[in-house]
């Protein structure tokens, strides 16, 4: 896998989140394929070609702790929430980055992938320092969901 690390700006994004921990979902009960089926189902205004967003954030302490999940997209002005109260907002921070970038293929494959790698490539380089302070996967217009996604996997370091 393909890495550099880069500097970010903050970035609101609007769009439909869950609570939840690596431990539930790497069994059969995890929401996050549920969540994604619901955004695209939702149809939630953005334009078309704008990147989608799926930003970690709020972590309670680290990779094993619960944190929330967004999938949205980026928006600018003023915020407001849906008619059902289930459309939210929320900051990617500015930070650094160490950003990995998935092989090509099924996003559903490469991206869980992707995070086996980073965990294992956090726990053999312990001088590389996650942040836990907001990170996100960027999938390109059209790619989410797709059988020929390239997903880059932002990953806030100290």
Same mark, same amino acid.
């Given at each position: 896998?393909?890495?550099?690390?880069?500097?970010?700006?903050?970035?609101?994004?609007?769009?439909?989140?869950?609570?939840?921990?690596?431990?539930?979902?790497?069994?059969?009960?995890?929401?996050?394929?549920?969540?994604?089926?619901?955004?695209?189902?939702?149809?939630?205004?953005?334009?078309?070609?704008?990147?989608?967003?799926?930003?970690?954030?709020?972590? @309670?302490?680290? %990779?094993?702790?619960?944190?929330?999940?967004?999938?949205?997209?980026?928006?600018? =002005? !003023? +915020? &407001?929430?849906?008619?059902?109260?289930?459309?939210?907002?929320?900051?990617?921070?500015?930070?650094?980055?160490?950003?990995?970038?998935?092989?090509?293929?099924?996003?559903?494959?490469?991206?869980?992938?992707?995070?086996? @790698?980073?965990? %294992?490539?956090?726990?053999?380089?312990?001088?590389?320092?996650?942040?836990?302070? =907001? !990170? +996100? &996967?960027?999938?390109?217009?059209?790619?989410?969901?797709?059988?020929?996604?390239?997903?880059?996997?932002?990953?806030?370091?100290?």
């Amino acid at each position: 896998m393909k890495t550099y690390v880069t500097e970010k700006p903050e970035i609101k994004l609007q769009g439909i989140s869950l609570r939840t921990t690596n431990a539930a979902e790497a069994g059969p009960d995890g929401r996050l394929p549920g969540l994604w089926e619901t955004y695209f189902s939702r149809a939630i205004q953005r334009e078309t070609d704008a990147p989608i967003y799926s930003l970690y954030t709020d972590y @309670e302490s680290d %990779a094993s702790g619960s944190y929330r999940v967004l999938i949205g997209h980026e928006v600018s =002005g !003023d +915020f &407001e929430t849906g008619e059902d109260n289930q459309t939210h907002i929320a900051v990617i921070p500015a930070s650094k980055y160490l950003v990995f970038i998935t092989e090509r293929g099924p996003s559903y494959e490469v991206v869980p992938q992707a995070w086996e @790698e980073i965990w %294992a490539y956090f726990e053999n380089k312990p001088e590389e320092v996650r942040a836990f302070t =907001g !990170d +996100f &996967e960027l999938y390109d217009t059209g790619s989410a969901g797709s059988a020929d996604s390239e997903v880059h996997l932002f990953i806030a370091i100290k």
